[in-house]
């Protein structure tokens, strides 16, 4: 997503506020090439639910629920913004992405691990921090 500010690109995330731990989901403007990755994923298991493409401030823009990862709120350095608004995300692709990353959060508690970092060392990293 372009970061009208500064014209140039910035890394962008969706978060989740569970408790004292923030979850951040990487959005990417590279649409075609996770476009491909989807394709495949399609290919061998008939779905993909770690990648979605969705609009967001006119744009197709990538979600990769497969990069999530737990952080805290002081690490977060600005807000994305558009001409001085902070970007919102409509409440329906909320929704979605919420029960996207709790099922690959229930997923992960039975044992399949779609999460390409270690969540699980990183979130008793930040608990550890804020104790």
Known sequence: MQNHERGKKRPT????????????????S??????KIIDKKI???GFCN???I?????EDVAILLQNAF?????YIDHLHTINGV????????QNEILDLFKNMIGLKQ???NLFFTDIDKLKAMMLKEIS
């Not at 902070?86 to 692709?93: A, H, M, R």
């Open 54 to 58: 969705r609009r967001l401030a006119n």
């Open 30 to 35: 590279k649409v075609d090439k996770y476009r």
């Open 86 to 93: 902070p970007l919102k995300v409509p409440t329906d692709l």
């Open 13 to 28: 995330y969706f978060t989740i506020k569970d408790n004292d731990i923030l979850w951040f989901i990487p959005i990417s």
């Open 43 to 45: 290919k061998k298991y």
């Open 50 to 52: 770690t990648i979605i």
């Open 110 to 112: 039975m044992g399949i």
């Open 70 to 74: 737990p952080t805290l709120e002081k």
